[in-house]
């Protein structure tokens, strides 16, 4: 791949634009062509990043660039475009392990998303560790991704899902969740940040606290590692899972991270090609991690666009983009907690990524469709999340989701839809 000549100067970037936090928010917008477009006759607002990310020309270039001078099947041919698409496949694979910090890539599986890669555990991992009187412990805040495929498991086992509470600022009681883990508790599956209130989880003392009753932990972090740094071994997380669409590379790629010694002894998810030693009809066996687990002909330009999706984030870097954004979370929970009618849901004190809001006497959906007039997109609904929806008594909120090429003058334009929706509504 030759993403790097196309990256942006990170030295060059490092002027002062806003909050001083020495960011070029500017120079990053120039990077990604649908950030220009108009959107209605209005500059294009985008604020629905938790969602799905935009994605910039380093990605483009290299899915296209692979389609256009690369594309073969991977693991598959001794021919010179099978051993390039294999080689630049491996080498995401690299990006992705180092990353998060993964000890070796064999523990770096490719799925479609977070959403196969917690069905991937729940289907391996949990049908053969589960059983009929056992529990698996969720959050209250947890994505319909981190809660059904469990629900599913749980079913068939005859096992049950156990909930740990929040507070009605959005944050996980850790006493109670504690109080959870028993010798019935078999896994423990959390997210790192929560897609419907922005709150960051205690993560490393979730994973202390499950682990001194040496129960696994499988780490949703769909919404943490476009966000901060996420260290995997540091955490000692047993299972993380991540979607490459929320971090600007392209959609229908992601990770499953598993602890090597946890995946070995995981019998396989899907069968297919790629996954087998050798196949009779009397007996399989199966590949070497991480091939175990990815039957089939793989996303291979997925995978290369989510490398490049990483090269261009480790160029800006991650710590810079997480001080830019807890810069820009303050400032539009300021600005919009302060305009009258509007109550924030959730209130953390740790929190990334997300404001969540409701406006009194107006559907969420109503604010959703008229800030679509001004150009600014943000999602409104149940979020996916409906079990926290109800545990706030309501039935759906508007949720503006923000990334690093988000700006002060886009939240002030949101805040003044914001006005424009009540004045509607007066
Ligand atoms: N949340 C949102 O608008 P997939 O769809 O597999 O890439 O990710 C699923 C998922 C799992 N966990 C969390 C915490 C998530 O936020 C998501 C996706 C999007 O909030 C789409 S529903």
New binding site residues.
């Given amino acids: 791949m030759t993403t790097a000549a196309k990256l942006p100067s990170t030295e060059s970037s490092v002027r002062s634009r806003s909050f001083d936090t020495g960011f070029d928010v500017e120079r990053i917008r120039g990077d990604f062509p649908i950030l220009a477009r108009d959107i209605r006759g209005k500059k294009l607002v985008y604020l629905d990043n938790?969602?799905t990310s935009q994605k910039p020309r380093v990605v483009l270039d290299a899915v296209s660039r692979y389609y256009e001078q690369e594309n073969a099947n991977i693991h598959r041919g001794v021919h010179f475009l099978s051993e390039l698409a294999t080689s630049e496949h491996d080498r995401a694979r690299q990006s992705v392990k180092s990353f998060i910090n993964a000890a070796d890539a064999r523990e770096i599986i490719f799925v479609?998303?977070?959403?196969?890669a917690i069905n991937l555990v729940a289907q391996t991992y949990g049908r053969a560790n589960v059983g009929a009187g056992d529990e698996v412990l969720v959050t209250a805040m947890e994505?319909h991704?981190?809660i059904v495929p469990w629900q599913l498991l749980c079913e068939e086992k005859g096992a049950k899902l156990r909930v740990a509470p929040i507070n009605d600022a959005g944050e996980l009681i850790l006493d109670d969740f504690a109080k959870l883990l028993t010798s019935r508790t078999k896994l423990v599956a959390v997210?790192h940040?929560?897609?419907?209130l922005g709150t960051v989880n205690p993560i490393s003392e979730i994973i202390q606290l499950a682990h001194q009753k040496n129960i696994p932990v499988l780490v949703?972090g769909?919404?943490a590692v476009p966000h901060m740094k996420v260290d995997v071994q540091a955490l000692d997380a047993d299972f993380y899972t991540l979607?490459s669409?929320?971090m600007f590379g392209p959609m229908g790629i992601?990770v499953l991270y598993g602890k090597a010694q946890l995946l070995e002894a995981m019998p396989p998810y899907q069968g297919g090609g790629d996954m087998i030693s050798s196949v009779t009809f009397e007996k399989t066996t199966y590949n070497k991690l991480p091939f175990k687990f990815e039957a089939g002909t793989p996303d291979v330009a997925g995978a290369i666009g989510f490398g490049a999706a990483i090269e261009y984030l480790n160029a800006i870097g991650i710590e810079n983009i997480a001080k830019y954004e807890h810069e820009l979370l303050t400032y539009g929970t300021e600005k919009l907690g302060s305009i009258e009618g509007v109550r924030l849901i959730g209130t953390a004190k740790e929190r990334a990524g997300v404001i969540s809001f409701v406006i009194e006497g107006v559907h969420p959906h109503d604010v959703g469709t008229i800030l679509d007039q001004e150009g600014i997109a943000i999602?409104t609904g149940h979020?996916?999340a409906q079990p926290i929806m109800d545990r706030f008594g309501i039935p759906a909120t508007a949720r503006a989701s923000f990334a690093f090429y988000n700006t002060k003058e886009e939240v002030d334009a949101l805040a003044n839809g914001i006005q424009k929706v009540r004045e509607v509504f007066a």
């Fill in positions: 938790a969602a479609r998303g977070t959403t196969e994505h991704s981190n997210a940040v929560s897609n419907a949703d769909a919404q979607s669409h929320k992601g999602r979020h996916c």
